[in-house]
């Protein structure tokens, strides 16, 4: 009896693999062509191996002919070794690009092991390990040295990181944070961009409306721009008259599309009270003072008359002058920049700096895109072994957006030299 019952319980147990085994390759040529639909998307640009395995796996147990899938076992290979190549070649990149800043350990091990995997010959692999070794340690070591002391500018006036919405005026609140800690007054960044929008090509497309190229960003010198016409406009605006922010529950764009349309549809103006659109943006405005204002001006012109009523008086400007310090024209070299950067941090001035936004989001990423922020920090980060310095950015006080890999402090991300370089434009700063 004991033997029929173990006799059973075999049975059962092997039947329930064969029936496991059943189940697992339901639909596994649809599973295999899926995993390498990814694997074609991807082999030239990372490792793929672990994914190519997975398919010889499920062929194998499943008993499929990859033959019907028009690939030969060679394909594999391909796939493989391009990944592999891929990786090589990402490693050499990072390797040219961060041993002139910091320690590369772990560049050079993953290097050396999708090399190793590609066969390259051993005395080639130890050659170039030992050179980047070398170079990065070095420049590890010298760079603690310029990495001192310890600056952080960030103070009440500047206050808590702003928050620029939907909207592409980040060389407006970049400039306006210079001027805040210039004067020592928050400035209003949404009149530093009207200045910077205030020309004869813009105030004609206005009077059809407020469009998109009013809510576009700048060039990288735009800043220079954008502060040399609000000096000329008679000073910097308070932004307690003009707000960037406390929009409620609305934005600074739709806001300001919804005084347009105001202005547009309204032929007389004859409430006693303020739009809320207004008060969002102008809190100082009175109710007789926008109707007066809307009466006699055009679309062009609606704006720049409520900045100009809002905003009395200005706060002069004497003497503001934006100075800029851009990579070797010639080599890309960044030496220059980084010096300006020290320099100023040195003397307690904070800057601007024009950059790639990708790197905020992968500090990996390649050239692309550009963004301003201002730098308001310096540190030697003991834990990386990096100079790092600290971006104030204009998307607001959350550090979910960023690369996991830097601290972010509400808003304020400590980036690494190593990566700014590889994507700055230009720095600027008030002399």
């Not at 059943?22 to 639909?27: I, K, V, Y």
């Not at 001035?349 to 990708?358: P, R, V």
Request: hydrophobic share 35%; with cysteine.
């Amino acid at each position: 009896m004991r033997f029929i019952g173990f006799l059973a319980i075999l049975l059962f147990s092997c039947a329930d693999t064969a029936w496991s085994q059943s189940a697992s390759c339901r639909g596994v040529e649809s599973r295999i062509q899926d995993i390498a639909t990814d694997v074609k998307k991807n082999f030239k640009e990372r490792d793929v191996a672990p994914n190519v395995e997975y398919i010889k796996r499920l062929a194998t147990t499943c008993k499929v002919d990859i033959a019907k899938f028009g690939w030969g076992r060679g394909l594999f290979d391909y796939w493989k070794n391009t990944g592999y190549e891929a990786e090589v070649d990402k490693a050499k990149e990072q390797l040219e690009q961060y041993s002139k800043f910091r320690d590369v350990s772990p560049e050079l091990d993953r290097y050396k092991k999708y090399a190793s995997r590609l066969k390259v010959n051993s005395q080639e692999i130890n050659g170039y390990y030992s050179k980047y070794r070398s170079q990065g340690l070095a420049s590890a070591r010298a760079e603690e040295k310029k990495c001192q002391p310890a600056v952080d500018l960030r103070n009440e006036v500047l206050g808590e990181v702003r928050d620029q919405d939907s909207i592409g005026w980040c060389y407006a609140f970049a400039g306006a944070e210079l001027l805040t800690y210039k004067i020592g007054k928050k400035v209003s960044a949404v009149d530093v961009a009207m200045n910077y929008n205030d020309g004869w090509f813009n105030n004609i497309l206005k009077r059809v409306g407020w469009g998109e190229q009013d809510f576009a960003g700048a060039s990288a010198q735009g800043i220079g721009t954008a502060i040399s016409n609000t000096k000329e406009k008679g000073g910097a605006c308070l932004e307690t008259n003009l707000r960037s922010e406390d929009n409620g529950y609305s934005t600074i764009m739709s806001n300001l599309t919804e005084i347009d349309n105001i202005k547009k549809k309204s032929g007389s103006f004859q409430s006693s009270t303020c739009p809320s659109a207004v008060q969002r943006v102008f809190p100082s405005i009175q109710a007789k003072e926008f109707m007066d204002i809307a009466e006699n001006s055009s679309r062009a012109t609606l704006m720049s008359m409520l900045s100009d009523k809002a905003c009395k008086p200005r706060i002069r400007l004497k003497g503001v002058e934006v100075e800029y310090v851009s990579p070797s024209f010639f080599s890309g070299d960044t030496a220059d920049v980084f010096n300006q950067i020290d320099k100023q941090l040195n003397r307690k001035n904070i800057l601007a700096i024009a950059y790639n936004a990708e790197l905020l989001y992968n500090r990996n990423a390649k050239k692309f895109g550009g963004h301003m922020s201002n730098i308001v920090g310096r540190r030697f980060n003991k834990n990386n072994g990096e100079c790092e310095y600290l971006i104030r950015n204009s998307w607001g006080r959350g550090c979910s957006s960023y690369d996991p890999y830097y601290t972010c402090e509400a808003g304020n991300i400590w980036v690494p030299k190593s990566v700014i370089s590889k994507g700055v434009a230009n720095v600027s700063f008030i002399k």
